[in-house]
Each structure stands twice: as C-alpha cells, then as structure tokens.
C-alpha cells in the first residue's frame, strides 16, 4: 500500500502516556520533573510544531493534565494492553479531525529532534510504505512512528479481534520506512525508563543545545 505525501496540515500528533511505567515504579513518567520541569513540557516543546495538532494518550483521571490544555485520549481497548492502544487512540482522533497521518511521540522521551516528523515523512514518501519509524544507535524506535489513519480499522481489529500487542509485528504487514537519526554526542530518542535514567537526563538537559543538536527550528 502506497499513500500520497502528507501535507503538513494533514499531520496530527499524540504523545503516549498510557503506559504502566513498571520500570519507574508506577506512576507518570510524563509528570516527573527534568531540570525543574515535567517531562511533559519536553515533549510538548519538542512536538507540538511539527504537527497541526497536539493531543495525549492518557489513562485514568484526565484532570491531572489539565494545566497543558490537550485533549486527553484513553485507550480505546480496556486491560493496557501495550502502545498500539494508544497509537489506535491517536488515529481515532486524528480521523475525527479529518486528518490523514498520525505522529506519534513517546512521553519519556525529552529529547526529541525537531525535524523528526519530516524525516518519517521523507523516508516514508521514499520507500512508498504506509508507515515510518525512527532509528538511532542501531536500534528501532516503533513507536517514534508516522501512521496513517486509513489503517485504523485493521488495527483495531489487529488487538481486539487478534490479541496482538507487538508493534513491529502490526507495522511488518503493512511495510515499515526508518529514518536514521544520529546518536552523536547523545541519543535523541534517549528515554527516561527508570528513576536512574533521571540523572542522566540531568545530566543532557544541563549540556549546550547545540552541541546535543536539540534547538528547536
């Protein structure tokens, strides 16, 4: 399946929080504090212009992110049953909108390179796939992606009617186009997992924009 380019205006994004975070003890990641700051604000910063609209895959009491101002968007499949319920969130929504294309972010992610979503939709367009994901430092980003909302049914039937969960299982049907991002000085895609990563992050957030390249354009 081959899609048209998307037009900027025809690009939404999501960021996904509706996770566990097991790793971290439970809780949001996204309402921790980097530099004095939720990790939210990062990935706010760093998503909200490359996409027309902004909006967040969250579970439970909505009201916890009111301060940001996005929409709030529970799973649509009950049990979290892993990120594709959050990707298929997005996509609901963003076709509600009348969007084409869905971006996804994840909320624990403060780094985030500001051209991300017109590299996915070069290396997308290029490769003539439906879909797009990030790489760095050798290693897949899935859900750093770029999704249609053309496939939205057959993912809902994909975890509802199938049980899958794995990301890269869904995207291999379909075709799957990577944009590889450097991971020199640091990793964009660096992830804020474990309470142990918070200090690490200190210790980017504190380091010359520049030199990380994470400037916004």
Do not use: Y
């Not at 797009?132 to 980003?141: K, Q, V």
């Not at 199938?162 to 000085?185: C, I, M, Q």
């Amino acid at each position: 399946m081959t899609e048209g380019a998307p037009e900027a205006a025809g690009i939404v994004g999501v960021i996904l929080a509706g996770g566990l975070a097991r790793r971290m003890g439970g809780g949001d990641k996204a309402l921790r504090t980097l530099s004095g700051r939720p990790v939210l604000d990062w990935v706010v910063e760093r998503a909200r212009p490359q996409v027309s609209a902004l909006a967040l895959n969250a579970n439970g009491d909505p009201g916890r992110f009111a301060p940001w101002g996005l929409p709030v968007l529970a799973d649509p499949v009950e049990g979290f049953v892993g990120p594709l319920a959050g990707v298929l969130a997005g996509l609901d929504w963003a076709a509600e909108l009348g969007a084409d294309w869905l971006a996804t972010f994840p909320c624990d992610a403060p780094f985030l390179p500001a051209d991300l979503v017109a590299r996915l939709c070069q290396v997308r367009l290029a490769a003539g796939v439906p879909l797009a994901c990030a790489r760095s430092d050798g290693r897949d980003h899935p859900v750093v992606g770029l999704w249609p909302t053309s496939l939205r049914g057959d993912l809902r039937t994909a975890l509802v009617d199938e049980g899958l969960r794995k990301v890269d299982l869904w995207t291999a049907r379909h075709g799957l186009a990577v944009a590889e991002f450097a991971a020199t000085p640091h990793d964009p895609f660096f992830n804020a997992n474990r309470p142990e990563d918070f200090q690490v992050a200190e210790g980017l957030a504190s380091c010359d924009a520049d030199d990380l390249n994470l400037k916004l354009v």
